[in-house]
């Protein structure tokens, strides 16, 4: 059967023969924006049962139901690693949870510190932009989106067992290979534009939990730093191995 080119993440089971209820939402983009008829094809994913290839059997401008007809691809998770990164503008902060969404990330977790020039974020916003992320790129996961929170109290409370490895804007210099790292449960922390502030520096240096690395000679910007830290850890940790 040829895959559905239309890709929808939803809320409800997925299983042979499983009826799939929409929201009022999801029929109008079916319904009404992608003009999709009964019979039609739809690819769906809920973050637990992989890709189904389901088929439109009622079709109303606020309501319909699909009914999955096979399964088009396995449930792939993420490997076990987390993103900490302090929000910068919106439209770039948008662009690291949809990277951070590609590249494999199992949860994004913004926080504010010292030097943060967000003092707020949408969450239900950026958790969108992570579920357009995955239906547009094949994804059958959608990472949880956490809301805003001072980088002290992530810490304070973090659980030791998983290790955050942090890109130090410091340590410009030759790039690491993290090839004397454990795999295991990891985070990456990437902090805001113009770095941390002394006092955040000397607490994340004081961790035994927390790893820094070079990414290399150039000093990058935040998003930037995302994507290459994240390749860097993958490439070597985690499922692009």
């Not at 607490?203 to 150039?218: A, H, Q, Y």
Request: aromatic fraction near 6%; charge should be negative.
């Amino acid at each position: 059967m040829e895959r559905a080119k239309i890709r929808l993440c939803v809320e409800h089971p997925l299983g042979a023969g499983q009826a799939v209820p929409l929201t009022p939402d999801e029929a109008h983009y079916l319904f009404a924006v992608m003009r999709l008829e009964v019979g039609a094809r739809v690819a769906l994913f809920n973050g637990r049962d992989g890709e189904w290839t389901a088929e439109v059997v009622e079709a109303h401008k606020k309501r319909g139901v699909l009914a999955c007809v096979e399964q088009a691809a396995p449930q792939l998770a993420p490997p076990d690693l987390w993103l900490i990164f302090a929000p910068i503008k919106k439209e770039r902060t948008d662009f690291i949870v949809e990277k951070a969404t590609e590249l494999g990330c199992a949860k994004v977790l913004p926080v504010q510190t010292e030097f943060t020039n967000s003092a707020r974020i949408r969450q239900d916003r950026l958790q969108a932009h992570a579920k357009e992320a995955a239906e547009q790129c094949l994804g059958t996961y959608v990472p949880p989106v956490e809301d805003l929170q001072p980088v002290k109290k992530l810490l304070d409370g973090w659980d030791p067992a998983r290790r955050i490895l942090w890109a130090d804007e410091a340590l410009v210099g030759p790039a690491e290979t993290l090839a004397g790292l454990e795999p295991g449960p990891w985070a990456i922390l990437i902090g805001p534009e113009g770095g941390f502030s002394d006092g955040e520096r000397a607490i994340l240096r004081s961790l035994d939990f927390v790893t820094p690395v070079s990414l290399g000679p150039r000093i990058l910007r935040a998003d930037t730093a995302v994507c290459a830290a994240i390749t860097l850890w993958q490439s070597t940790l985690g499922d692009w191995r």
